[in-house]
C-alpha cells in the first residue's frame, strides 16, 4: 500500500512550529529543589536523574528549617529547553518535595561554592602560590614546610580557574562542596 | 465502626484499623514471617476479606483489577524479601497504567536492618522507582498517619501504587492509634481545576475547527464515572469524532457513532488516519504514548493540539502542545462544556460535515476484515462471536499481552468504563488472570472473561487456586495459537521469519489442568462448534479454562510499523513485505 496522501490542513499554525528555535541548545540551569527532611528523599531525587537520563553537575543539601525538617537542594543540571522543562516538572512530582525554583530563570542569584585546595611544594613555586591565594582571597587553612591548603569560597568558575593556577605549582588534591545558591532581592 | 479520639493497640492492630477507617473491604495478600503480627491481627476480625493468592505477583495484579474496575484503591499485603520482590513487576504495572494501590509489605525488625538479616531487602530501595511514594515506617507512633497518608497519595492526582514497609518490631509495639481525620495530608494537594484562560482558548478552537478528533486516554476512566458522562455530552452536543487508547476505551460507548475505534500501533484505519489529518487534535487524560505517536516528527503534522492532563510532568513531554490544561479532566470537562454552551454551542457545521464525509471513506476500507475461514478458528471470529454472545450482560474483561488483547481491543466493543483491564504501559504478561480474579470478586455476580494467550496465561495460572478457593468463576478465554504469537509476528515483519523461540512448547492439556485444579475445562477447534461452546463456558456456574484452539500464524492488523508515521499503516498481509527498515527494527 502506498502511503496515503492526507491534503495539507488549512492550519498553517502546527504545533512545531511553537518549538523555541533554541530548542536544541544545551543551557545549564541552577535548581533550588525544597523537600521534606525524610529518609531516602535525596534518593529520589538522584534516582530521577539516573533513572531518565538527566546530568547532575553539582548537587548540595542541608536542612535549612530543622523545626520544620525542610532541606534544601541545590542542583546545577543541563540540558535543552524542554528537557530543563521537564527535569522540572518531575521532580514537582515528588511527593516530599515542596517547591522547585529554577533560579536561572527567576531572577539574578547568587552562586557560592567552597573549596580546598591541597598544594604541596618548595622555593619560588610555594611563593607563587601564596601570592596567587592572596590575590584570590583564599585563606589558607593549613600549614607545613611543604605544603598549604587553601580555603577559598566563590562561584564555580573562579574555583575552575584558581584551580588551573595551582596546578603546575603543586596542586595535590580539590574537595569541593558543589554549588549553594540564592535568589538576589528580598 | 470508625474509631473515635486516641486509642492504644500494636502496629499490626494499627494497621487493620486504618485499613478499616479507609473503607478497605478486601486484601489480597500473602503472608510470612515479617507479617505474622499483622496476619494475626487480620484473624482476629471479621471486617476485612483476605484472599490469599498463590504468588505476591498475583496479589498486585488482583488488587490491579479490583482497583481499575471500582475506581476505588486495591490493597495487598506482602512479607519482607521475597513477598515484596515478587510485588515489583505488578507495582510497576500499576505504576505505568496509574493504578491506585496501597501495599503493605513487612521488614525485619529496625535493630536488624542493614545487617543482611534473613529475608531482608531494601524494599523502599527496591519499589522507589515502581512506586507514586514509599515509607519505611521505624516508629510505631506514626504508622496509622503514615497509612492514612498513603491512601491519600494512591488515589489524589495522578493515581498510582504506594508501599509502606513496616518493620516487625513496629507490628508488635504500641502506641496511640491516630484516626484518618487527623492525619495530615494537606501538602500533596494536586490541582483539579484547570485555568479558565486556557478553558477557554480550548473552547475558541473547537468553535471554528475543520477537522477536530477527541483523543482520549485513561485519565478520562481515572477521573471517574462523571468524567465519562460529560465526555459523552461533549462528543454529542459538537459532534466531534472521538477515539481512544488502549487505556482509554469504554470512556465513550463503542456502539455511538461519533466512534473511531481504538487509535495507535493495532488502531484503526480510521482513527489514525483521523489523528494524521485533523487540524485540532483534544487530547483528554492521555499520554502521547510511542505506541500513539509513531515517528514523532510526523505525529498529526497539521493540528493544533490541546492536553488537558492532571499530571505537569506529562504535560509537553513528548509532543509539544499549543493549550496544555493542567487539571483533572472532569473538572476541566465541565467548565468547557459550560464555557462553549454559554457562548452558543457553536461548530463549523459545513467542515465538520466534509470531514464526516472523509472519515466514511476511511471507515468504509473495513480495516478490520480478514480471511475468514469454515475449517479454522480466526482469533478475530472467536472474538467476534464472544462479543456477539455476551452482548448487553453485565461485562468485564482483561486481557493478556499479546495478539490477543489487540484483538480483543479491536473486536469488543465497551460501552462503560471501568468494564476493561489490560496492562498497557507495561504490557505485563501474566496480568489477566489474576486481574479477572480481583475484577470479579468485586463484583460477583458479573461475567467476568479473562482473552488470554496461551504463553501469557501460563505466567500466573498458578492462581486458578485462588479463582476456586474463592469462587470466582472468572471466564479464562484463552486464543490458543501454541506461539508466543505477538513476538513470531514481529519476526515475520523484521527478523526475516527466523522464528527463534516463539513457540508454546509442552503445551498442558488445559481441560486436565481445569479438571486438576478442580474447574471446568472446554476445548474447541472447530469453527462450527464454537457458539455452543462459548455459550457453555458463559452458563457455567463457576472458573472455565476455555482452550479455543486458533489458527497459529495470524497477524494482528491493521499495524503502523515502529518508526513509521500514521499514514503508513499495514492493513494485511499483501502490505507487509519489506516495511520496516533497519532504523524502525531498533524501536521496540
Ligand atoms: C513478562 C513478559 N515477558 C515477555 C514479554 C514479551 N512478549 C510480548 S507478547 C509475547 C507473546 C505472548 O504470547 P501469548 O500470550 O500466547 O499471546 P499471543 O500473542 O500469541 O496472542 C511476548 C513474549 C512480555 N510482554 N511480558
Ligand atoms: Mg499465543
Given amino acids: ?186 | 465502626m470508625a474509631n473515635s479520639g486516641t486509642q492504644a493497640m500494636t502496629g499490626a492492630e494499627m494497621v487493620v484499623q486504618a485499613m478499616k477507617d479507609q473503607g478497605v473491604e478486601v486484601v489480597f495478600g500473602y503472608p510470612g514471617g515479617a507479617v505474622l503480627p499483622i496476619y494475626d491481627a487480620l484473624f482476629q476480625q471479621n471486617d476485612i476479606r483476605h484472599v490469599i493468592v498463590r504468588h505476591e505477583q498475583g496479589a498486585v495484579h488482583m488488587a490491579e483489577g479490583y482497583a481499575r474496575s471500582t475506581g476505588k484503591p486495591g490493597v495487598v499485603l506482602v512479607t519482607s524479601g521475597p513477598g515484596a520482590t515478587n510485588a515489583v513487576t505488578g507495582l510497576t504495572d500499576a505504576l505505568m497504567d496509574s493504578i491506585p494501590l496501597v501495599v503493605f509489605t513487612g521488614q525485619v525488625p529496625t535493630f536488624m536492618i542493614g545487617t543482611d538479616g534473613f529475608q531482608e531487602a531494601d524494599t523502599v530501595g527496591i519499589t522507589r522507582p515502581c512506586t507514586k511514594h514509599n515509607w519505611l515506617v521505624k516508629d510505631t507512633a506514626n504508622l496509622a498517619e503514615v497509612i492514612h497518608q498513603a491512601f491519600h497519595v494512591a488515589t489524589h492526582g495522578r493515581p498510582g501504587p504506594v508501599l509502606i514497609d513496616i518493620p516487625k518490631d513496629v507490628q508488635f509495639a504500641t502506641a496511640d492509634y491516630m484516626p484518618p481525620p487527623k492525619a495530615k495530608v494537606s501538602h500533596y494537594q494536586p490541582k483539579l481545576k484547570g485555568d479558565i484562560d486556557a478553558i477557554t482558548r480550548m473552547v475558541e478552537m473547537m468553535e471554528t475547527a475543520e477537522r477536530p478528533v477527541f483523543y482520549t486516554g485513561g485519565g478520562v476512566i481515572n477521573s471517574g464515572p462523571a468524567a465519562s458522562q460529560l465526555l459523552r455530552e461533549f462528543v454529542e452536543a459538537t459532534g466531534f469524532p472521538i477515539t481512544s487508547t488502549l487505556m482509554g476505551l469504554g470512556c465513550y460507548p463503542a456502539s455511538g457513532d461519533k466512534w473511531l475505534g481504538m487509535l495507535g500501533m493495532h488502531g484503526t484505519y480510521e482513527a489514525n488516519l483521523v489523528m494524521h489529518g485533523c487540524d485540532l487534535m483534544l487530547n483528554i487524560g492521555a499520554r502521547f504514548d510511542d505506541r500513539i505517536t509513531g515517528r514523532i516528527a510526523d505525529f498529526s503534522p497539521n493540528s493544533r493540539k490541546v492536553h488537558v492532563d492532571i499530571d505537569p510532568s506529562s504535560l509537553n513531554k513528548v509532543i509539544r502542545v499549543d493549550v496544555p490544561i493542567l487539571g483533572d479532566v472532569g473538572h476541566v470537562l465541565e467548565d468547557a462544556l459550560r464555557l462553549w454552551k454559554a457562548r452558543g454551542r457553536k461548530v463549523n457545521k459545513p467542515a465538520l460535515a466534509k470531514w464526516w464525509k472523509q472519515i466514511a471513506e476511511w471507515r468504509a476500507v473495513n480495516c478490520l476484515d480478514y480471511t475468514p475461514s469454515d475449517t479454522v478458528i480466526k482469533p478475530q471470529y472467536a472474538l467476534q462471536r464472544l462479543e456477539a454472545l455476551t452482548k448487553g450482560m453485565d461485562r468485564y474483561i482483561t486481557t493478556e499481552v499479546g495478539q490477543h488483547q489487540m484483538w480483543a481491543a479491536q473486536f469488543l466493543g465497551f460501552e462503560d468504563p471501568n468494564r476493561w483491564m489490560t496492562s498497557g504501559g507495561l504490557g505485563t504478561m501474566g496480568y489477566g488472570l489474576p486481574a479477572s480474579i480481583g475484577v470479579q470478586l468485586a463484583h460477583p455476580d458479573a461475567l467476568v472473561i479473562n482473552v488470554a494467550g496461551e504463553a501469557s496465561w501460563l505466567m500466573n495460572m498458578q492462581e486458578m487456586g485462588t479463582a476456586i478457593q474463592f469462587r470466582a468463576p472468572a471466564k479464562q478465554f484463552i486464543l490458543n495459537n501454541e506461539r508466543l504469537g505477538m513476538v513470531r509476528q514481529w519476526q515475520q515483519l523484521l527478523h526475516g521469519e527466523r522464528y527463534s523461540q516463539s513457540w508454546s512448547e509442552s503445551l498442558p492439556d488445559f481441560v486436565k489442568l481445569a479438571e486438576a485444579f478442580g474447574c471446568k475445562g472446554i476445548k474447541c477447534s472447530d469453527p462450527k462448534d464454537l457458539d455452543d461452546a462459548i455459550m457453555e463456558m458463559i452458563r457455567y456456574d463457576g472458573p472455565v479454562i476455555f482452550d479455543c484452539l486458533v489458527e497459529k500464524h495470524e497477524n494482528c492488523f491493521p499495524m503502523i510499523p515502529s518508526g513509521k508515521p500514521h499514514n503508513e499503516m499495514l492493513l494485511g498481509n499483501a502490505d507487509t513485505q519489506g516495511v520496516i527498515g533497519a532504523k524502525g527494527a531498533v524501536l521496540v
Fill in chain 1, 1 to 186: 500500500m502506498s502511503p496515503l496522501n492526507i491534503k495539507q490542513g488549512s492550519t498553517s499554525h502546527s504545533a512545531y512550529d511553537l518549538r523555541d528555535p533554541n530548542g536544541e541548545v544545551i543551557e545549564q540551569h541552577t535548581l533550588a529543589v525544597l523537600v521534606a527532611n525524610e529518609s531516602g528523599v535525596l534518593a529520589r531525587v538522584i534516582g530521577l536523574f539516573s533513572g531518565r537520563g538527566y546530568n547532575i553537575d553539582s548537587l548540595t543539601v542541608a536542612e535549612v528549617d530543622h523545626e520544620g525538617h525542610r532541606s534544601r537542594i541545590t542542583i546545577v543540571t543541563r540540558g535543552t529547553p524542554p528537557v530543563i522543562e521537564q527535569i522540572k516538572a518531575q521532580l514537582g512530582r515528588i511527593v516530599p518535595v515542596h517547591e522547585v525554583h529554577d533560579l536561572t530563570v527567576e531572577g539574578p542569584s547568587v552562586q557560592r561554592e567552597l573549596a580546598l585546595f591541597k598544594v604541596a611544594g618548595k622555593g619560588d613555586a610555594r611563593i607563587e602560590a601564596l601570592r596567587l591565594a592572596e590575590i584570590f582571597r583564599a585563606n589558607v587553612v593549613d600549614s607545613t614546610l611543604e605544603s598549604f591548603v587553601f580555603e577559598m569560597t566563590g562561584t564555580p568558575e573562579k574555583i575552575d580557574a584558581f584551580a588551573e593556577l595551582m596546578r603546575p605549582l603543586g596542586l595535590r588534591e580539590i574537595a569541593r562542596t558543589g554549588v549553594a545558591a540564592l535568589a538576589r532581592g528580598a
